[in-house]
């Protein structure tokens, strides 16, 4: 794991965005792995500027999104469907048509974790996937558990995530109790992993990331055993490393 140390959020967007377009630069029809939350959006803001300059292109670019609350439709704000389109998609040049995301319409979970498994799969998986930590070690929404997931599979959230998750919707009882997510092992194929974090309410999670026993209670702790997994993080989230 190589950790980079930030000095703020606007310096670990940054970097994120650097490494991500160092990436697009040097395969232009890259598979690139995304994540939703708050942490990445100083990231993709800074790549749209750089798009909107002419120094990277993403008319190749495909994207795998890793995750997206069940019963959602795509056009509901909060939907990561939503998500993507408002914060990246829409000002890049991406084909929308090569954008990935897990179906939250679709409430046979079965079907709609298969189809999506099958998808990333036939891909050889992605070349860069990006990641954001919970506060209780989460990635993607694989929470804690005795096990480390594998494919896709529908989730049920924990207490904790819906707390953190409700502060982006206008009612804690909005947010949805489930989601479907791309199992860690999935995430562990990607070629190269750039894990985002920022702020001290994450200092703990990267911390156990980092330095703790390798262990599904903290899914994040198996990146770990990952090739090329590249932190970057702030000051704040660094402070107990
Ligand atoms: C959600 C997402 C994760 C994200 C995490 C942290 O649960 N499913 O992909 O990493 O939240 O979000 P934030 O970056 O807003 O702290």
Redesign the pocket.
């Known amino acids: 794991m190589k950790v980079i140390r930030c000095k703020d959020y606007e310096d670990m967007s940054r970097k994120a965005a650097n490494i991500i377009s160092a990436q697009v630069i040097l395969k232009p029809d890259s598979k690139l792995g995304l994540?939703?939350?708050?942490?990445p959006i100083g990231a993709y803001q800074q790549l749209i500027k750089w798009y909107e300059k002419g120094d990277v292109d993403f008319a190749e670019v495909s994207a795998y999104n890793?995750?997206e609350y069940c019963g959602l439709s795509h056009d509901n704000v909060q939907s990561y469907h939503y998500f993507m389109r408002d914060n990246f998609f829409d000002h890049i040049n991406i084909d929308l048509a090569n954008t990935h995301i897990p179906n939250g319409e679709n409430l046979d979970a079965e079907a709609a974790c298969a189809e999506y498994d099958a998808l990333v799969k036939e891909a050889g998986y992605v070349d860069l996937q990006l990641?954001?930590?919970?506060r209780n070690g989460?990635?993607?929404?694989n929470e804690p558990d005795d096990v480390f997931s594998k494919g896709t599979h529908q989730v049920d959230l924990t207490e904790s995530?819906i707390e953190a998750?409700s502060r982006l919707f206008d009612r804690a009882e909005d947010v949805p109790r489930q989601a479907y997510t791309m199992g860690v092992q999935t995430i562990m194929h990607a070629k190269m992993i750039l894990v985002a974090a920022t702020g001290s309410d994450k200092a703990q999670a990267v911390h156990d990331m980092i330095l703790g026993p390798v262990t599904p209670k903290v899914p994040a702790s198996i990146l770990q055993l990952h090739t090329n997994c590249v932190v970057v993080a702030d000051e704040e989230a660094l402070a107990l490393v």
């Open positions: 994540a939703t939350g708050t942490t890793l995750d990641l954001g930590i919970g989460h990635i993607g929404f995530t998750n």
